[in-house]
């Protein structure tokens, strides 16, 4: 069974810092881009960062959505099979669930699709 697992949320102040992990576990063949969503509520879920997979030739390495640009870092550790996204200077806007999205292909079978961790909420005080 494959499936993401993520971790790392809780409650800070505006202004602090969080780390999310996320990792992918199972019977695993191959893993191309992975990335972090979020949804707050009543909003529709965003792309927070992605990161590709080093073998994803002519693909930009990490991407950034603009809300969240110069403030989040999204890294990838292949031989964990974990992407981390590290959140600065974080604001009440950021209030939301972060969910892990992973494009993998599973050794049963060998098809290409696209999963979804279980989601860590992350909550920012002001």
């Known amino acids: 069974q494959v499936r993401l697992v993520e971790s790392g949320g809780g409650l800070v102040q505006a202004g602090q810092s969080l780390r999310l992990s996320c990792a992918a576990s199972?019977?695993?063949?191959?893993?191309?881009?992975m990335g972090w969503y979020r949804q707050a509520p009543g909003k529709q879920r965003e792309l927070v960062a992605s990161?590709?997979?080093?073998?994803?030739?002519?693909?930009?390495?990490?991407n950034v959505g603009d809300p969240v640009k110069g403030r989040f870092t999204i890294s990838r550790d292949n031989a964990k099979n974990t992407i981390y996204l590290q959140m600065n200077s974080l604001k009440p806007e950021d209030t939301a669930v972060y969910y892990c999205?992973?494009?993998?292909?599973?050794?049963?079978?060998?098809?290409?699709?696209?999963?979804w961790g279980q989601g860590t909420q992350v909550t920012v005080s002001s």
């Open positions: 999205n992973a494009v993998m292909a599973p050794t049963i079978d060998l098809r290409w699709r696209n999963y």
């Open positions: 990161i590709a997979s080093i073998t994803s030739p002519g693909t930009a390495t990490a």
């Open positions: 199972g019977s695993i063949f191959s893993i191309d881009t």
